[in-house]
Structure formats: C-alpha cells, structure tokens
C-alpha cells in the first residue's frame, strides 16, 4: 500500500477528530458559553452541514486544480479554521470556525479518495480506502479520548490548538510526499455532473446517511449517558471512547480485507448488527458491564463499514473527487440529522437515551434499503451459478467468478460519463 496513503489518512484523522471532539467536550463547551448541552450538540450538527453544502462547492472550484495542491489548500484553510475555533470568545464565533473547518474537511475527503483510487489497482480500492478511512477509526480511539483528557487538564482551547498543530504537520507531510497524480483528462463539470443522473448512486447516498448518521446520533450523546445513566464517573468517559474506538480500528482492518470481495454481505450483515447493538444499549444502559460491551461491539460494527459504503459509491459510479465529495456530503446529511434529533428529543423530555432508539430506527431504515441490491445480488449469483453449470455440462471453460454482488452494482457504473 502506497505510504501516501497513510499520510491521507493521518489527514483524515485530523479532520475527524475536530468533527467528533465536541462529543467529550460537552460539559466544558456548556459551561464555558453558557448554554445547554444539547446546543452545545448541535455543533456537530453545524460541522456536518458545512461539509453538506460547501464541501461540493469548493471541489466543483478546485476541479482544474492539481489534486495534490487543492489538498494543501485546504488543509491550510482547515488549521486557519481550527485555530480560530481555539481563540472564540462568543458561541457564535466558535459555530463559525466550524463551518470554516467543515468546507475544507469535505472537499479534503473527495480529492482524498480520489487520489486514492489513482495510487491502486481497481480490485484494490476497498482496502486503500481501509487505510483511508483508518483515520476515522483513530480519531474515535485516540483523537477523541485525547481531546477529552487535554480538555480535562488544560482547557477545551488546548484541544483545537493541538488538532490544529498536527494538521499543519500533516500539510508538510502530503507536500513532501504525496505525489502529484496525473489530472484526468477532459476533467469538465458537466462530464462531473452527469454521473449523478445514475438513480442507484443516490440510493447507496442515502443508506450511506442513514447508517452513519445512526451511529452519530449515539455517538454524540456518549458522554452525559455515561455519566449520568451509567453512573460512570467523568474520569473513566475517556476511556470509554477509547473502548469504542479501538473496536473501530479492529473492526476496520477486518472490513479493509473483505471488503472487494464481500462488500454487499458486510453491509447487509453490518447494517443489521448496528441496529440491534443500538436497541440493546438503550436496554441495558443502566448497567455499567453490558454499557462497556455494547460500545465495543458497536465499534466493531458501526464506523468500520465507512470504507466499504465508500468502496461502493466507487463501483457504482466513478472515482471523480465531485461523486465522493457529495458522497461526504450525503453522508453528513445523517450526521446533521442524528445528532439534531437526538437533541431535540432530549429538550422534549424523552431522556438521554432518546439518542440510542432514534440511531436505532435509522439504522433499521438504512438495512430496509439495502434489501433490493442484497436480493439483486443474490439473483445475479444464482444465474451466474447456472451459466456456469451449463458451460461445465458443456465443456465450455468457466469464468472466474468475481466479487459477492459485483455483476449488479456494477450496472450503474458501465453507464458512468
């Protein structure tokens, strides 16, 4: 695997980490502006909507800019953004700098997995795009639990002050070692834009969403439920993150390995493990052992099925950075609405574990929706079974047969610009 790559991803961490630290930030962030926590919620919210509606303007910008130097670009934007988080003294400063950070995030993804798509063979994007998205996966079991313990001993601002450091650092990395991939030829919007008349692309964007929106809509409520339903004390909410995210690391090298060749039964099996993870949590939340054990489980199951949803909209579309941008950005339309619902419940009354059964449905809707593509898939296997059994009670040599589904996702790609 190209170390470029690993470099991409140390910039995927970056970009996480500052989407999802204001989870383990909450109490400082409340208190420090004087507002609620839910509020302080919808800062996620905030991020991900900057990422919904700028991250596709900014690549549509930088489509004739060389891959290499529109990645620099925007991490530049994206420290400026983080350090102007750091300084805020009004809420509404803060909310801005996400947004700042959350357009340069976006954009950062699409050319990002562009690139990536450049530097491997076909039959290896899924786990290029392991090594990718591995940065997500770090930031759950480092970059936050980091944050949050930075927070507890030297204030919030030195947490957007050290996500900024490292992603200065990581600008100097993709400039000296990242290379300057060729730009495609003809790369035209309209060509772009003429990939999105594909109905099936949309259909993945959407269960994409809601999958990771479901997650998110747990996930950014983690830490009063630990504290306050699981009686945890705020010392151990650190920890407890990072036991998410280190389920998240091993569930992302087991996803990275099978996810060419397997990419519609792990999502169709993935899918249906999140949403039952998330019914039982919101079960047994009150008990500190089985709280421990559906975090891991949800970490192992949950954020790793990234790379293999990302997999997907490269098969079914094209490795264009504008398709994987509104990819980002469609996902990030979960992200908004996970969150915000939760928040909302929560002000209605309907407790903290609101969140839980709220990502729970999500999830259930996100599996609903994939029960089309796993039973095209299945007839695609079957008739390829029978062609291959008429052509051996033939004599006829037998194609080798290719990756679980591959045949029907692959019709929307043949009709790609």
């Known amino acids: 695997m190209p170390y470029a790559i690993v470099i991409l991803g140390i910039g995927v961490f970056c970009l996480n980490t500052t989407e999802i630290m204001v989870a383990g930030l909450l109490p400082s962030l409340s208190s420090e502006f004087d507002v609620s926590v839910s509020t302080v919620g919808y800062l996620i919210s905030v991020y991900a909507m900057g990422m919904v509606v700028g991250g596709p303007v900014l690549t549509v910008a930088l489509l004739r800019v060389p891959r290499k130097k529109a990645l620099l670009w925007l991490l530049a934007t994206f420290v400026a953004g983080q350090l102007l988080g750091a300084a805020a003294q009004e809420f509404w400063v803060l909310v801005a700098a996400r947004v700042i950070t959350a357009l340069a995030a976006s954009a950062f993804f699409g050319i990002a997995v562009a690139v990536c798509a450049q530097l491997v063979d076909k039959d290896q994007r899924g786990r290029a795009l392991s090594v990718l998205f591995g940065g997500l996966m770090v930031a759950q079991v480092v ?55 594909n109905a099936k692309l949309w259909g993945v964007y959407g269960t994409n969403a809601l999958v990771i929106g479901a997650i998110m809509a747990a996930n950014s409520y983690f830490s009063p439920i630990f504290t306050e339903i699981s009686g945890f004390g705020s010392g151990a909410v650190p920890w407890l993150f990072a036991v998410f995210g280190a389920g998240t690391i091993v569930g992302n090298v087991v996803t990275g390995r099978l996810a060419d060749r397997y990419m519609l039964p792990l999502l169709v099996y993935g899918f249906a493990v999140v949403t039952l993870v ?24 949950g954020l790793p099925l990234s790379p293999v949803m990302g997999a997907r909209v490269l098969r079914v579309s094209n490795d264009g950075p504008l398709v994987n941008t509104v990819n980002a950005s469609a996902i990030n339309v979960g992200v908004v609405v996970g969150p915000w619902a939760g928040g909302v419940a929560i002000s209605l009354g309907l407790g903290l574990l609101s969140p839980l059964w709220i990502g729970a449905a999500m999830a259930a809707t996100g599996l609903l929706a994939m029960v089309p593509a796993a039973l095209a898939a299945r007839g695609e296997r079957r008739e390829r079974r029978d062609r291959s059994d008429r052509r051996a009670r033939r004599g006829d040599p037998v194609p080798p047969t290719g990756p679980e589904g591959a045949d029907a996702e692959d019709a929307g790609a043949r009709t790609r610009p």
């Open 278 to 301: 998330l019914v039982v949590f919101a079960l047994v939340a009150h008990h500190r052992v089985l709280t421990v054990a559906a975090v891991a489980v949800l970490g192992l199951t």
């Open 143 to 197: 970059g936050l639990p980091a944050a949050t313990l930075i927070d507890q001993h030297f204030g919030w601002r030195a947490s957007f002050w050290a996500v900024g450091a490292l992603a200065a650092l990581n600008a100097l990395a993709v400039w000296r070692r990242v290379p300057t991939t060729p730009m495609p030829e003809r790369m035209r919007l309209r060509g772009e834009i003429s990939a999105f008349r």
